[in-house]
């Protein structure tokens, strides 16, 4: 099985500093839904995991979670994608919890529902928390710059160390950038299948 794993917000769908708390603000950002078709296209099974702290904060309910992700289905089916499962965190920062980003419950989680070894399963995100996370868990770690990591676009050159060291220190050894979902989908999907 090839699995990988995909963060939400910033990645997927655009971001909003105060939550996307409704179906009407969830927006799929350019191309991404495309971006998913193509690898389910190419074999890979795609889930997410997504810090959701707006649950714990009292900012919308489980409802509207639910609701949100249901019209994220129905676009994604409309573009002739899927993903398989949705993964998320309802804590607020200050509960303590394992499963909120930077920590690799969530990813655990996913390898132990999947039945998979993490070292196998490529994870991409645009917070620098979510690369963590998956470092953490032990998958291949892929940044992309979109989202929380825009500012870095055009200030990094891509897949040069140095600068990247320089703008983001605490970014995860070996991690590979991409400018957004359809470039991380083309690096993946050209890569050699073992």
Known sequence: MRLLILDRDGTLNR???DHVASPDEWEALPGALEAVARLNQGGWRVVLATNQSGIGRGLFDMASLNAIHAKM???LAAAG???EAVFFCPHAPDEACTCRKPLPGLFTQIGE???VSLAA???AGNALRHVKAAAAAGCPAHLLLTGQSEHL???VGLGSDADLAALAPDLPAGTHIHDDLGAFADWLLAQPTT
Do not use: E, L, Q
């Open 121 to 123: 399963v490529p994870a």
């Open 15 to 17: 971001s909003r500093d």
């Open 73 to 75: 289905h129905r676009k």
């Open 153 to 155: 676009r055009g200030r």
């Open 81 to 83: 994608a899927r993903v």
């Open 113 to 115: 529902r999947f039945g």
